[in-house]
């Protein structure tokens, strides 16, 4: 996910407002105006949003002026912005409810060390919903990928699940690989089974670059506990 610092997201929000009152491309005197600050600080902001590809400018001519020189500049957000600030909201909705899902998910895999490994998976992999936030499908995803390795019941992939006890993109990057390296590697896995697994892994490897930190954060804490809940920590990492 795109970047920004709370200062920036601050002058996008207003930037898009503004923009959607006008029905036009807004002045930066304007931005500054309305956010309380100077000018040229406003211009400074809007040009870094607009190296971010999530701004940009125009010249227009300005009507109350006359003679030469009679151009200004204006800003107007861009697609990528829509779609930041979209993706931002959704992020923050599904953020406040956060920990009823975790322990929804906890509470199916401690169930599932129950059940046949391989139906498992297949059920959870079925039950993946369409259409989810980016937060929400690789929560889920955790899960159906951790359930794949443990019913690999493969003795080197314990101690290689060491390594996910990273934060953010380093620990559930290494996840994926793990989970995809052992559907790769068994012969006897069923086909369609493995298209649609290994799909799944790879659209969750690119759904983790358009997390943001804090969400990054949530996930690699709900990867540390469905590990102690399936048992799949080495002792050296329970500590």
Same mark, same amino acid.
């Given at each position: 996910?795109? /970047?920004?610092?709370?200062r920036?997201q601050?002058?996008?929000? /207003?930037?898009?407002?503004?923009y959607?009152?006008?029905k036009?491309?807004?002045?930066?005197?304007t931005?500054?105006?309305?956010?309380?600050?100077?000018?040229?600080?406003?211009?400074?902001?809007?040009?870094?949003?607009e190296? /971010?590809?999530?701004?940009?400018?125009?010249y227009?001519?300005?009507?109350e002026?006359t003679?030469?020189g009679r151009?200004?500049?204006?800003?107007?957000p861009?697609n990528?912005?829509?779609q930041?600030?979209t993706?931002?909201?959704?992020?923050?909705r599904?953020s406040?409810?956060?920990?009823r899902?975790k322990?929804r998910i906890l509470?199916k895999l401690s169930k599932?060390t129950?059940?046949?490994?391989?139906?498992v998976v297949q059920?959870?992999?079925?039950?993946l919903?369409?259409?989810k936030?980016?937060?929400n499908y690789?929560?889920e995803m955790?899960s159906v990928m951790?359930?794949?390795?443990k019913q690999r019941?493969?003795?080197?992939l314990l101690?290689?699940?060491?390594?996910t006890?990273?934060?953010?993109l380093i620990g559930?990057?290494?996840?994926?690989?793990?989970?995809?390296?052992s559907i790769l590697?068994?012969?006897?896995?069923?086909?369609?089974l493995?298209a649609k697994l290994t799909a799944?892994?790879?659209s969750?490897?690119?759904?983790?670059?358009e997390?943001s930190?804090?969400?990054?954060g /949530?996930l690699?804490?709900?990867l540390n506990?469905a590990l102690?809940?399936?048992?799949?920590?080495?002792?050296y990492?329970a500590a």
């Amino acid at each position: 996910m795109l /970047k920004l610092t709370p200062r920036q997201q601050t002058f996008l929000d /207003k930037l898009f407002d503004l923009y959607r009152e006008s029905k036009g491309p807004v002045h930066y005197s304007t931005v500054a105006e309305t956010l309380g600050v100077n000018k040229f600080s406003a211009y400074d902001m809007l040009k870094v949003l607009e190296e /971010k590809g999530v701004a940009a400018s125009d010249y227009v001519l300005n009507n109350e002026q006359t003679g030469p020189g009679r151009s200004q500049v204006v800003f107007y957000p861009t697609n990528k912005a829509a779609q930041f600030l979209t993706q931002l909201r959704e992020e923050m909705r599904y953020s406040s409810e956060w920990h009823r899902v975790k322990e929804r998910i906890l509470r199916k895999l401690s169930k599932a060390t129950q059940d046949n490994p391989t139906e498992v998976v297949q059920e959870a992999l079925s039950n993946l919903p369409e259409t989810k936030t980016p937060l929400n499908y690789c929560a889920e995803m955790i899960s159906v990928m951790l359930l794949n390795i443990k019913q690999r019941q493969d003795p080197k992939l314990l101690p290689a699940l060491a390594s996910t006890n990273k934060n953010g993109l380093i620990g559930l990057g290494t996840l994926a690989g793990l989970s995809l390296g052992s559907i790769l590697s068994n012969e006897n896995n069923d086909a369609k089974l493995v298209a649609k697994l290994t799909a799944h892994i790879q659209s969750f490897q690119s759904q983790l670059t358009e997390l943001s930190d804090e969400s990054l954060g /949530k996930l690699s804490a709900l990867l540390n506990d469905a590990l102690n809940t399936l048992q799949l920590k080495p002792d050296y990492m329970a500590a």
